[in-house]
């Protein structure tokens, strides 16, 4: 006999195959069940410093498992281990290595000990960083634990596959079966609340893309309840105005219990049919899941559930009802003959036997991976204090470092460089060779260890911005004088010619060409899907981008004005800055992002907050062109490159005269390189974007009282003057100034930092170095507005002068 297949295969399954599937399936939730008890003891009893696990969501995510397939992309959260685990992408083992934290990629796959468990990634890179074979792979994309943080990334996987399939030269079998992809999302019920989750089921309802939504509902939010969560309690039932009709388009929405395994299998058959041949988004209400053991290790979920509730969530327990299921099961066959999965009880009580065997040797192999090669490093250092000992004066205090490191069962890393360390105090005025040991030892084992925990942090491979040459722009004898917005648009025309996989889009990016006409006519000519508008929505415009990135895409997501790049600023922080440093350099995300920023008029237009995206976004490249020909040459540049970057083109510059160069889409400006734009001799100014062109404006003021400025264009911020040519005017001038228009302390000190400490300028000066920025507000409205908030020619000019006066007060006599 026959029965309907339980998998996406079409063939119909013997009853035999169809009771090893069902079975099997039930030894893999119970697998994962043990791997969440085991875990959380393994937190309460010290070897691991946190746990948050998928206990209770075992069942739907067997299924969702069945319909997902090879070339598809996982964008979720952290309790979908059963899940990872039926596609095979994660053993138990490796859970239990990404438990300890053990910073072996080979042992822990999905982040190398650099994220706490339950964060989950596949690989998509090969070893020289170029991409796998995405469609022969199941993939999962890198998680963040920021509550619906997975959301907008997960639009823009689903969107490339719209892209994939509509554009036929993008045809590429290793990124691509046409568009066939699906983009499978999940989240808990409680974090339906976020803003992201509503911006990106909106977003995914207009685009229309392949996006299937698992909400994970347990009734709670943590401690709180889905009443305080949402409204109705139940996001399926407010979402009902997405439900797709005869006259609009929209969602498939279900809903399903959460432990009923053959309707849950019919479920996500349907939804994978439905967003896979169809491009229709569809959103899974999974509700009445239960969390066996509360939110995470941090507390009981007894002190806020009732009796009541937790009598229902054990009698309602996803694999208890599979469980009764499986043994109620009966079905005849044509000659009346009873069907069953299991004769008797003892047969699942044998593989619920053998799936908790199979956990408690994963979990033991998993930390004696972990503590040996730290147990082999300490016994190294041991010897080494052994032989310190018998050298130093200080022997019996060396040997009590020793031996209370001896007995240190379970040592950490931080245990073996602190004793290691504390030894070298002690010997700091002896000398012998194995003092001179000891201290090679400890500045080998810090750098090889600081490698575990602080690589790929940028790209190592040969695509990097480092590997990409300067390439100066060239004119012709009479070049044309042209507005700076001409050499943008132009150069992104010859780019989106030489790119086929080059997109653009954002608000007004589209029909209009951008709100400065960098962009203009590059519509009609491209077509609708490479230049494109979108709504009002920054941070699915930034999400959009990451999508299509990790599938082999060059997105340039365009934030219309740099003080909106705040509401994106989150999924930038914690999603694109972090990609690959926390899969250890396994998936990368080569996301341009386009803004305009500095010196519009009034407080939501002229925001400069350069500190704060400098020391949010590291791991991203941030450029701040003076001009237009050096944004241009920074996307020539990035093109080359396998990193993110943030451009923020000079808002003043677009209609500025430039001379329009005749190697437009070829010319690269170099990334963490500074341009000196004057020579001078009496002290060194260093800014960028607007601010430096009043600088420049105050050069001759300055030079009618005999004073000679050195300017230095910092043009990128991320990284920041890799050649260290400020220390080099430093040492000439001696003297120094940043001037920018963030607030103080912001991204003025952030480069007095980098000059003065890691270029060790200090040494040169002969006065004190200072910051000219903005006052501590946003820029007032209007011109008088903007000339009380931030530096203004005059406060330039004052400033370098006042410096010199103190340097020589004869010379440059008081002003007031």
Excluded at 317 to 333: A, H
Excluded at 374 to 382: M, V, W, Y
Excluded at 395 to 420: G, M, Q
Excluded at 595 to 601: F, N
Aim: glycine share 6%.
């Amino acid at each position: 006999m026959t029965v309907k297949p339980s998998s996406t295969n079409l063939e119909p399954l013997s009853f035999k195959q169809f009771k090893d599937e069902v079975l099997r399936d039930y030894k893999m939730a119970v697998l994962s069940r043990e791997c969440s008890l085991l875990g959380r003891r393994e937190v309460l009893t010290g070897k691991a410093k946190f746990g948050i696990f998928g206990d209770g969501k075992e069942v739907p995510q067997l299924a969702m498992a069945k319909a997902f397939k090879k070339g598809d992309f996982r964008s979720g959260y952290y309790r979908d281990q059963t899940f990872m685990m039926a596609i095979g992408e994660l053993t138990p083992q490796q859970f239990f290595a990404g438990l300890y934290a053990n910073p072996n990629i080979k042992d822990d796959p999905m982040s190398g000990g650099r994220q706490m468990g339950g964060h989950f990634a596949t690989h998509s890179l090969n070893e020289d960083g170029h991409f796998k074979n995405l469609t022969e792979q199941y993939n999962s994309s890198g998680d963040i634990s920021p509550t619906a943080g997975q959301m907008p990334r997960m639009l823009g996987i689903a969107y490339a596959s719209k892209l994939f399939r509509n554009l036929s030269e993008l045809k590429n079998s290793k990124f691509s079966n046409n568009g066939n992809e699906v983009s499978w999302g999940t989240i808990g019920n409680a974090s339906t609340s976020e803003g992201v989750f509503f911006e990106t089921i909106n977003a995914a309802g207009v685009l229309q893309v392949p996006m299937v939504i698992s909400v994970w509902d347990d009734a709670y939010g943590i401690s709180v309840p889905a009443k305080y969560q949402t409204t109705k309690e139940s996001i399926s039932e407010i979402l009902k105005g997405f439900q797709r009709d005869k006259n609009a388009e929209g969602y498939e929405i279900f809903v399903v219990e959460g432990w009923d395994y053959p309707n849950l299998i019919e479920v996500y058959n349907k939804a994978s049919k439905i967003a896979r041949e169809e491009h229709v988004p569809v959103l899974i209400h999974v509700k009445d899941l239960t969390q066996p053991q509360g939110h995470s290790t941090s507390g009981s979920h007894e002190r806020y559930k009732s009796k009541e509730r937790l009598i229902w969530e054990k009698q309602n327990d996803c694999i208890v009802k599979m469980r009764d299921w499986i043994i109620e099961f009966e079905l005849s066959d044509e000659n009346d003959n009873k069907l069953r999965f299991v004769n008797s009880e003892e047969e699942l009580i044998t593989i619920e036997k053998e799936a908790k065997r199979e956990v408690s040797k994963a979990k033991r192999e998993a930390w004696s991976n972990f503590l040996n090669p730290i147990k082999e490093e300490k016994n190294t250092l041991i010897k080494l204090l052994q032989n310190l000992s018998e050298k130093s004066n200080y022997k019996v205090f060396i040997l009590k470092l020793k031996n209370d490191l001896t007995t240190i069962i379970d040592p950490t890393r931080k245990d073996i460089v602190s004793t290691a360390k504390k030894a070298i105090i002690y010997v700091r005025n002896e000398v012998f060779s194995e003092k001179t040991q000891l201290q090679n030892w400890i500045a080998n084992y810090i750098s090889q260890q600081q490698l575990k925990f602080s690589s790929h942090l940028y790209s190592q491979t040969d695509h990097n911005t480092s590997s990409i040459n300067e390439i100066l722009p060239t004119y012709d004898d009479n070049a044309a004088l042209v507005d700076g917005r001409i050499i943008i648009k132009d150069n992104f025309d010859i780019l989106f010619s030489k790119f086929n996989n080059l997109f653009i889009f954002g608000e007004d990016a589209g029909s209009i060409g951008d709100v400065n006409q960098g962009l203009v006519g590059l519509q009609e000519k491209y077509g609708k899907l490479r230049i494109s508008d979108t709504g009002i929505r920054e941070a699915t415009i930034i999400g959009q981008g990451i999508g299509m990135a990790l599938r082999g895409l060059r997105p340039i997501a365009e934030i219309q004005y740099l003080d909106y790049l705040l509401y994106g600023l989150q999924i930038l922080s914690d999603d694109v800055s972090t990609l690959h440093y926390r899969t250890v350099g396994k998936q990368k995300v080569p996301l341009i992002v386009r803004t305009r920023g500095h010196r519009l008029e009034g407080i939501w237009h002229s925001g400069s907050p350069m500190g704060a995206i400098v020391h949010l976004l590291r791991g991203m490249n941030i450029l701040v062109p003076r001009n237009m020909t050096k944004a241009a040459g920074f996307y020539n540049t990035l093109l080359e490159c396998d990193e993110p970057a943030l451009i923020v083109e000079n808002l003043n510059g677009y209609r500025l005269k430039e001379k329009l160069p005749n190697n437009l889409g070829e010319f690269r400006t170099p990334i963490g390189v500074v341009e000196t734009v004057k020579e001078g001799t009496d002290i060194t100014v260093v800014s960028y974007g607007s601010t430096l062109k009043i600088v420049q404006d105050v050069v001759q003021d300055l030079a009618q009282v005999d004073i000679d400025i050195e300017i230095i264009d910092v043009q990128s911020l991320l990284p920041f003057d890799k050649k260290h040519e400020v220390v080099k005017s430093v040492k000439k001038t001696n003297r120094l100034i940043v001037i920018d228009e963030d607030v103080p302390g912001g991204a003025s000190a952030y480069l007095l930092q980098e000059i003065l400490e890691k270029q060790n300028a200090y040494q040169y000066l002969d006065s004190k170095p200072i910051t000219l920025t903005a006052n501590n507000h946003r820029a007032a409205y209007g011109t008088d507005g903007d000339y009380f908030s931030k530096p203004n020619a005059e406060d330039i000019f004052e400033a370098i002068y006042n410096i010199m006066n103190e340097v020589n007060p004869s010379k440059y006599k008081n002003l007031y």
